[in-house]
C-alpha cells in the first residue's frame, strides 16, 4: 500500500496528512484558509492522490506558518508513501491551460530538492489570501518532498487562474511521477540502482 499519515506539530501549527498514491483523487482538506483548501484540492483531484488534511495554524498572525508546514507534511507523506520507489516513472510534466493562465510544471522525485519559480502573481492577494504564499508551498513542498520542481508561468493575468493553473499542472505533473511504470515495475528508475 502506497499510503502515509504524516502529523506534525509545532508551537505555531498542527497538521496532519493522509496521503494515497494509488487514489482516485478523492480529497477532504480543512486547513482554515479558503483559497488553500481549494487548490489543496485541485492538488489532489488533478494528481490522482487521495489526500486528507487538517491543519489548525496561528491564523491570527497570517496564512503564512499554515500554507508553508502543509507543504512540509505533504512532502514529508510523499516522501513516505513512496518508499524506496521502485518501478515509478519517477519524471513528470504538464503544461496546463486555466483561461488567461499557461503554467508549465517539470518534475523529478530524485531527492534533490531544487525549486524553479518562474511565476509572476500580478496581485498581492487573492480574496484575503496572500500570493506570495504560493512559492512559499511549492518551496516547502520541493524541499521535505526531495522534488526537483520547474514551474513556469508562460502567460496570465489573473492571479487566481494562474495559482490554479500552477496547482493543476503540478498535479497533473505529480500523477505521471509516482505511477508505477508496468514496463519497469521491479526495478527503481536511476543507475544508480537508489533514489
Ligand atoms: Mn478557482
Same mark, same amino acid.
Given at each position: 500500500?502506497?499510503?502515509?499519515?504524516?502529523?506534525?506539530?509545532?508551537?505555531?501549527?498542527?497538521?496532519?496528512?493522509?496521503?494515497?498514491?494509488?487514489?482516485?483523487?478523492?480529497?477532504?482538506?480543512?486547513?482554515?484558509?479558503?483559497?488553500?483548501?481549494?487548490?489543496?484540492?485541485?492538488?489532489?483531484?488533478?494528481?490522482?492522490?487521495?489526500?486528507?488534511?487538517?491543519?489548525?495554524?496561528?491564523?491570527?498572525?497570517?496564512?503564512?506558518?499554515?500554507?508553508?508546514?502543509?507543504?512540509?507534511?505533504?512532502?514529508?507523506? *510523499?516522501?513516505?508513501?513512496?518508499?524506496?520507489?521502485?518501478?515509478?516513472?519517477?519524471?513528470?510534466?504538464?503544461?496546463? =491551460?486555466? %483561461?488567461?493562465?499557461?503554467?508549465?510544471?517539470?518534475?523529478?522525485?530524485?531527492?534533490?530538492?531544487?525549486?524553479?519559480?518562474?511565476? %509572476?502573481?500580478?496581485? =498581492?492577494?487573492?480574496?484575503?489570501?496572500?500570493?506570495?504564499?504560493?512559492?512559499?508551498?511549492?518551496?516547502?513542498?520541493?524541499?521535505?518532498?526531495?522534488?526537483?520542481?520547474?514551474? %513556469?508561468? *508562460?502567460?496570465?493575468?489573473?492571479?487566481?487562474?494562474? /495559482?490554479?493553473?500552477?496547482?493543476?499542472?503540478?498535479?497533473?505533473?505529480?500523477?505521471?511521477?509516482?505511477?508505477? %511504470? =508496468?514496463?519497469?515495475?521491479?526495478?527503481?528508475?536511476? /543507475?544508480?540502482?537508489? *533514489?
Amino acid at each position: 500500500m502506497r499510503t502515509a499519515t504524516i502529523t506534525r506539530q509545532t508551537a505555531e501549527t498542527s497538521i496532519s496528512v493522509t496521503l494515497d498514491l494509488d487514489g482516485t483523487g478523492a480529497y477532504d482538506n480543512q486547513t482554515g484558509v479558503g483559497f488553500f483548501d481549494h487548490m489543496l484540492d485541485q492538488l489532489s483531484r488533478h494528481s490522482l492522490i487521495d489526500m486528507t488534511i487538517r491543519a489548525e495554524g496561528d491564523l491570527h498572525i497570517d496564512d503564512h506558518h499554515t500554507v508553508e508546514d502543509t507543504g512540509i507534511a505533504i512532502g514529508q507523506a *510523499l516522501v513516505q508513501a513512496l518508499g524506496n520507489k521502485t518501478g515509478i516513472r519517477r519524471y513528470g510534466a504538464c503544461l496546463l =491551460p486555466m %483561461d488567461d493562465a499557461l503554467v508549465r510544471a517539470a518534475l523529478d522525485l530524485s531527492a534533490r530538492p531544487f525549486l524553479i519559480w518562474n511565476v %509572476d502573481l500580478p496581485s =498581492p492577494k487573492i480574496g484575503t489570501f496572500d500570493t506570495e504564499l504560493v512559492r512559499e508551498f511549492f518551496q516547502a513542498l520541493s524541499t521535505h518532498g526531495g522534488i526537483t520542481l520547474h514551474i %513556469d508561468a *508562460l502567460h496570465g493575468l489573473n492571479s487566481h487562474h494562474i /495559482t490554479e493553473a500552477a496547482f493543476k499542472s503540478v498535479a497533473r505533473a505529480l500523477r505521471e511521477a509516482v505511477e508505477l %511504470d =508496468p514496463r519497469k515495475a521491479d526495478a527503481i528508475p536511476s /543507475t544508480k540502482g537508489a *533514489l
